[in-house]
């Protein structure tokens, strides 16, 4: 089992940064793959970044390529994610998610095959 924290969130004006921090405990965090996602007020989950379980290979939705970079360390047991050149359409609550590495890479960025979730982090990107 592994428990996963959120940190880092906080309230920016368009056009700046935060670093969202997910703390693991439990099993081994390299034992997982890694995803990122968010949810708005009144909007389903939606998928944000994901990285494997070794770091070498990462994943992004659309809307966040380019701003957006997920990466692990490993020792620390910790999955980041920096975010840049915020949007007002950012704002939302992100979780981050683990799920065993030997699952279906072509299902990372679906809700529903992450088996561990944080408890959210609230990001507000203000214009």
């Known amino acids: 089992q592994v428990q996963l924290v959120e940190s880092g969130g906080g309230l920016v004006q368009a056009g700046g940064s935060l670093r969202l921090s997910c703390a693991a405990s439990?099993?081994?965090?390299?034992?997982?793959?890694v995803g990122w996602f968010r949810q708005a007020p009144g909007k389903e989950r939606e998928f944000v970044a994901h990285?494997?379980?070794?770091?070498?290979?990462?994943y992004y939705t659309d809307s966040v390529k380019g701003r957006f970079t997920i990466s692990r360390d490993t020792a620390k047991n910790t999955v980041y994610l920096q975010m840049r050149s915020l949007k007002p359409e950012d704002t939302a609550v992100y979780y981050c998610?683990?799920?065993?590495?030997?699952?279906?890479?072509?299902?990372?960025?679906?809700?529903?095959?992450?088996?561990?979730w944080g408890q959210g982090t609230q990001v507000t990107v203000s214009s």
């Open positions: 998610a683990a799920r065993l590495r030997y699952r279906d890479y072509a299902a990372r960025a679906v809700v529903d095959e992450y088996n561990y």
């Open positions: 439990g099993r081994t965090f390299s034992g997982y793959a």
């Open positions: 990285v494997n379980w070794s770091g070498g290979s990462t």
